[in-house]
């Protein structure tokens, strides 16, 4: 479509009235046309399918707007757009949240990506699913902008111009309804994992995007999955905006340091899984970040997959108050994993206070052949504790390849705490050992508190890593002590560290 007339706005409501309503399953589904656009959606029943047409054209851009959008009870919402469409852009105007649930499922044609905008909040039930060609967002922002040429508004219900041809360059939040959620609870079947595992949750093709935006994003249990590809969460809690990046069928987000951000959860055994053949990154951008009760980011190579020369992507978490990883199995992980070829991608956190207890762990890791990652930690405050299943909370690094080595461990930050078993660990077998890097301007180990770099049981000729600790306080003590006030001496941290030098093929020191 190479043009649209919008001069004769008299005739709008003649074309609202002629939209076509048809009788809708409402067990099966609540998808309702608002008439706001020049060439109006047009949903048709087929059975338990909801075929979704029309729409207004401009460019390679598809755009389409609904009073009501919810599917559950074997619903199919089907967007039977041409070919050529780039991204279906799909606002959600009236006061309801679009519940997609009870095996309902968000089909598209061809590669477009898909955008899905409800203010109001969208919730993904157990059951829920896609069926996508490229990348798809779920957002309660109000609209999307694109560059200087408009928006396109789902509290304005603006009509899209014509102009609109160019991929959309920002998710607007003008008006927070600090009520709607974006959750992903869904663990439906969602097929096999490029390295043949049974996959569950939503997906995107391997390679493509999935970013939820809020408001606040929680996952119970549920997961996501975007093989090779990138999963983004985030939200503002003020107006504001995020920028979007848009790369042919692939999309992420930037967002700015100085607005207030919403927090993001991950409970009961929910997970974001990225591992492919190469690529793969997981971003979250929040106020605070849980990952609680077994919850899981995993990032890096499948089994089996990759080559010399494959990299896996990054795990990135930006919390501007905190970040708790907490439970036997809460990890954040990036792996290559048995059998397979390449690099292991990186950890990089960067948040107000981070606390690791009973059990979690933060890991990058080499089975196969390769270099594992680096885990990079810079927080306000760090405290690594206790452990579960004689799994010690910390941060580790482990080399199991006869030809790669061990990442780094740096951490900086003004106060650390290890205390009942928390660990700092850069284990390797046949490679080289990584080096773990402490800056902290106090660091206060307790009760069987480790940092170490040791040898795996199959270890045969490589080296362990050097241990740097730099800092102007310093304590260790078997029994809680009051909080200290003066720094510790100089002298005791150069003794401390000189003891640690003394070993090359493995360093460990316990407290």
Known sequence: MSGLDFTHWGALAAIAVGVSFCTIDYANAQITPDGTLPNNSSVIKEGNTFNITGGTQAGSNLFHSFGEFSVNTGGTASFNNALDIQNIITRVTGGSVSNIDIDGLIRTLGTANLFLINPNG???????????????????????????????????????????????????????????????????????????????????????????????????????????????????????????????????????????????????????????????????????LEILGGSLLSAGIGQGLGTPETVAGDITLNATESIKVAGTGSNVRNLVRLGSLGNGGNITIDSGDLSLQDGALLTAETLGQGNAGTIKVNAAQINISGKSSNINSGLFLNSQSTTGTAGDIIVTSPRVTLDNSGTLNAQFSSGNGGNISLQTDLLLLRRGAQISTTAGTAQVGGDGGNISINTSGFLIAVKPVPEPTLPFSVFAIAAFHAAWMLRRKQKQTTF
């Open 122 to 288: 969208i919730v993904f039930g157990e059951n829920a699913s896609l069926n996508v060609g490229g990348s798809f967002a779920a957002t309660t922002a109000n609209a999307l902008q694109f560059g200087n040429r408009g928006f396109f508004s789902a509290t304005e219900q603006n009509i899209p111009s014509p102009l609109l041809t160019i991929n959309p360059s920002a998710l607007l939040f003008n008006q927070i309804n600090q009520n709607a959620p974006i959750q992903n609870n869904s663990v439906a079947p969602a097929g096999t994992d490029p390295a043949g595992f049974n996959a569950f949750g939503l997906r995107v093709p391997d390679g493509k995007s999935l970013l939820l935006v809020g408001g606040n994003v929680s996952m119970n249990g549920g997961r996501l999955n975007a093989f090779g590809g990138r999963v983004e969460l985030g939200g503002l809690a003020e107006s504001g905006s995020v920028a979007l990046g848009v790369d042919g069928d692939n999309l992420s987000l930037k967002f700015l340091d100085n607005v207030a951000r919403t927090s993001v959860s991950l409970t009961n055994q929910a997970g974001i899984y990225v591992e492919g053949a190469g690529g793969g990154n997981i971003a979250v951008n929040a106020r605070n």
